[in-house]
């Protein structure tokens, strides 16, 4: 598999934990350093960035590429004076969800798209191996509390029996008294890649403003964790080699999803 473009899926178990607003502001993140972009919403049960850049999408978008009703390059809008290109989400009316052997298609086909990194905002559940293993990487979205970061260990074990590359990202910490504190974060996910993204009052600013917080404020806190994530992928692309494994099942490596589990009910 070639390293461009290098693709990321935005994935979590549960909706509200920033999924949306992660894959956005690191898209901004990557093209504001020169990388070309292509974001993706695929969540149909939600299809929000259009929303959160205040853009009322009323031509095709994600399901029209899928159905293969239209090219993919027709699906595509470019944002502001960067080299990036989104896909709107289209929210489903009702109809059926996509065939999976369309989806498939539409997954594969992005892999072959002449950009830097194709980042896909995820729809909330675990996902099918048949479409993760069209990804270079699993951005695994999670808040800081015991329930979503046992929801995320879960995920993280999918990816690993799948020998899927992943890592996840702690969003709106510092919110809670109740927080995972960094120390039991490192304890917890220490064999695992993870990125700390503050909860940043930038961000509810940013929905209001229909601007991504990355493009209002470069120095918050919030742009700066983005900005450590953003380097991170870029020396995947920077560095061929470092990362894309062989995909394929094998045996599921106990002790992450242990170990965050006997932290769980130790602390009881
Ligand atoms: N780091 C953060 N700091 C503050 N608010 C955040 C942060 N990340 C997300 N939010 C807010 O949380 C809500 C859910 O985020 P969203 O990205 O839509 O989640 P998802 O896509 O997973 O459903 C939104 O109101 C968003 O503005
Ligand atoms: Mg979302």
Redesign the pocket.
């Known amino acids: 598999m070639s390293i461009k473009p290098y693709s990321i899926l935005v994935a979590?178990q549960?909706?509200?934990?920033?999924?949306?607003?992660?894959?956005?502001n690191l898209a901004v993140a990557l093209a504001s350093h020169k990388y070309t972009v292509l974001l993706v919403d695929s969540?149909i049960e939600?299809a929000?960035i259009s929303e959160?850049l205040g853009i009322r999408s009323d031509g095709k978008g994600y399901l029209d590429a899928v159905n293969g009703k239209v090219d993919i390059k027709d699906t595509m809008f470019a944002y502001g004076p960067l080299e990036l290109y989104i896909i709107p989400g289209t929210p489903s009316k009702g109809e059926a969800a996509p065939d999976p052997e369309d989806l498939q298609k539409f997954f594969s086909a992005l892999k072959h798209v002449d950009f830097d990194f194709v980042l896909v905002?995820g729809q909330?559940g675990i996902f099918s191996s048949n479409i993760a293993k069209y990804f270079d990487d699993v951005a695994i979205?999670t808040t800081p509390d015991a329930v979503s970061a046992m929801d995320s260990a879960s995920t993280a074990e999918y990816c690993e029996k799948y020998r899927l590359e992943h890592r996840l990202i702690i969003?709106?910490t510092g919110?809670s008294q109740y927080d995972l504190s960094r120390d039991e974060i490192e304890k917890l996910y220490g064999d695992v890649a993870f990125q700390i993204?503050?909860?940043?009052?930038?961000?509810?600013e940013?929905?209001l403003k229909r601007k991504p917080a990355y493009l209002i404020d470069r120095g918050s806190y919030?742009s700066l964790a983005i900005d450590e994530l953003a380097r991170a992928y870029a020396l995947k692309v920077e560095e061929p080699g470092s990362g894309v494994g062989p995909v394929g099942e094998r045996e599921s490596k106990p002790g992450f999803f242990e170990k965050l589990g006997r932290w769980f009910f130790a602390s009881k």
């Not at 993204?197 to 509810?204: E, L, Q, R």
């Open positions: 979590s549960k909706g509200g934990v920033g999924k949306t607003t992660v894959a956005l969540d939600s929000s959160h905002d909330p979205i969003n709106k919110y993204i503050p909860d940043d009052k930038m961000v509810a940013s929905v919030f």
